[in-house]
T-cell receptor, first 115, second 112 residues
């Protein structure tokens, strides 16, 4: 059974600081997703990582994937209050067989950026 | 491009009552997913459709949950009878390819 673990689960940051959220998963996968969820809202896709060594950046967020270590990171640079939200990583199940495209989500990291 | 639509947005029912949720995916998306998100947790897949066929329903509590996707477009998810532990947000997502899923706004269900 594929398991996805995120840490930390809660993160309180000062504006302007840097921090990294970690996502570990238990079995081989070639797809890793990062989503953002604001309170009472749905999931917004941030990054889709499809290969070992993939790195993507958007604004103050940068995501990377190491499939050999089964690890993805979401790095936050110079945090601002607008980044306060819950961030989920999700691992894609294999594209073969009957579970094409299924995502297994971590529990999420609740980020709070304080002035 | 219109996103994934869901209704209702909120629903409050008593335990043992029935409830149904509706989802309209993005036009042309063959794959449709229903997820359950309990407060403080990540979404968990309940069922996946490819066109109007079920691909994976291994985590759907079939004694009380049912879902259908007639004509390969809209889908409904039903709970009958509801239990207190069914209180959650029910998210519908769709995808054109298997790589990226687009989520709807969700239906927040409260069972009292």
């Amino acid at each position: 059974e594929l398991k996805v673990e995120q840490n930390p689960l809660f993160l309180s940051m000062q504006e302007g600081k840097n921090y990294t959220i970690y996502c570990n998963y238990s079995t081989t996968s070639d797809r890793l997703y990062w989503y953002r969820q604001d309170p009472g809202k749905s999931l917004e896709s941030l990054f889709v990582l499809l290969s070992n060594g993939a790195v993507k950046q958007e604004g103050r967020l940068m995501a990377s994937l190491d499939t050999k270590a089964r690890l993805s990171t979401l790095h936050i640079t110079a945090a601002v209050h607008d980044l306060s939200a819950t961030y989920f990583c999700a691992v894609g199940m294999g594209l073969g067989g009957g579970s094409q495209g299924n995502l297994i989500f971590g529990k999420g990291t609740k980020l709070s950026v304080k002035p | 491009e219109a996103g994934v639509a869901q209704s209702p947005r909120y629903k409050i029912i008593e335990k043992r009552q029935s409830v149904a949720f509706w989802c309209n995916p993005i036009s042309g998306h063959a794959t449709l997913y229903w997820y359950q998100q309990i407060l403080g947790q990540g979404p968990k897949l309940l069922i996946q459709f490819q066109n109007n066929g079920v691909v994976d329903d291994s985590q759907l509590p079939k004694d009380r949950f049912s879902a259908e996707r007639l004509k390969g477009v809209d889908s409904t998810l039903k709970i009958q009878p509801a239990k207190l532990e069914d209180s959650a947000v029910y998210l519908c997502a769709s995808s054109l390819l298997s790589y990226e899923q687009y989520f709807g706004p969700g239906t927040r269900l409260t069972v009292t």
